[in-house]
């Protein structure tokens, strides 16, 4: 059946005005066909994801990428350190030398270079050996009869003295035994010239004679007796 001329231009014009249409059924987006835009646009292509390098599976890393071995690596930081402080005007390493101080000059006060009296020399050197107890009664030995009288020095005499005994012998039987006696006595006065538990015990020997026990035809008899004293 023929159309007519006048539905025929209505139809062209209203298909026309379809197509163009902003808001026409043709036009309008649906949330499915958005979805896979975005999903297109953020999923790429292949050529995309192989941008990176890929590593093999049957190869370490290792023999792909050069590795230093950690001596390396330490030893190459040390000397970095090194010449950054050696830059700095620094010497890592170098012992701090020791500033000496300067001598002491003389001046008001005493100073071991200034002269000294010859008793405090002898003083300081005795102290300094050891040597004070004997050098004292080595003193007191010298002046014995100054020290116990005359009448103790004519019968008994000093002999020697080591380790805090003093030996001292008397010219008989009967002055021994009486010196004995006087041990404490001798003690005291000794202990004020050279001072407390210098001279701890005194030992008194008794005379001595000439021997008669020496040559072929001597005879063992009871030794030497008051005879002499």
């Known amino acids: 059946m023929p159309e007519a001329p006048g539905a ?10 379809g197509l163009g249409r902003p808001g026409g059924a043709d036009s309008q987006s649906t949330p499915e066909s958005e979805g ?3 999903q297109t646009r953020t999923t790429g292509t292949d050529d995309d994801e192989t941008d990176g390098p890929v590593l093999p599976d049957d190869r370490p890393v290792s023999e792909i990428i050069e590795l230093k071995a950690p ?8 000397n970095r350190a090194r010449a950054a402080a050696k830059a700095k005007g620094l010497y890592p390493g170098a012992q701090r030398r020791r500033i000496l101080a300067e001598p002491r000059r003389s001046g ?22 050891g040597w004070v107890q004997e050098v004292s009664v080595g003193g007191v030995i010298g002046r014995w009869r100054e020290v ?10 000093p002999l020697t003295f080591e380790n805090g005994i003093l030996t001292v012998r008397a010219s008989s039987t009967a002055w021994a035994t009486q010196i004995r ?15 407390q ?29 008051d005879t002499y004293g």
Not at 8 to 17: P, T, Y
Not at 148 to 157: F, K, L, N, R, S
Not at 206 to 214: A, D, N, Q, S, V
């Open 71 to 78: 001596g390396d690596v330490a030893r190459e930081a040390l």
């Open 148 to 157: 116990v009288g005359d009448d103790i020095a004519d019968h008994c005499e």
């Open 36 to 38: 896979l835009e975005d």
């Open 108 to 129: 008001p006060g005493k100073d071991g270079r200034d002269p000294k009296l010859f008793a405090e020399t002898l003083s300081a050197f005795l102290e300094q050996r």
């Open 197 to 225: 538990d210098v001279v701890q015990t005194i030992a008194v020997q008794g005379p001595t004679g000439p021997g008669f026990g020496k040559g072929f035809r001597s005879v063992q008899g009871r030794g030497a007796r």
């Open 181 to 195: 006696l006087l041990v404490p006595q001798l003690l005291g006065v000794l202990e004020r010239e050279v001072g």
């Open 8 to 17: 025929r231009g209505r139809s062209r014009a209203s298909g026309a005005g």
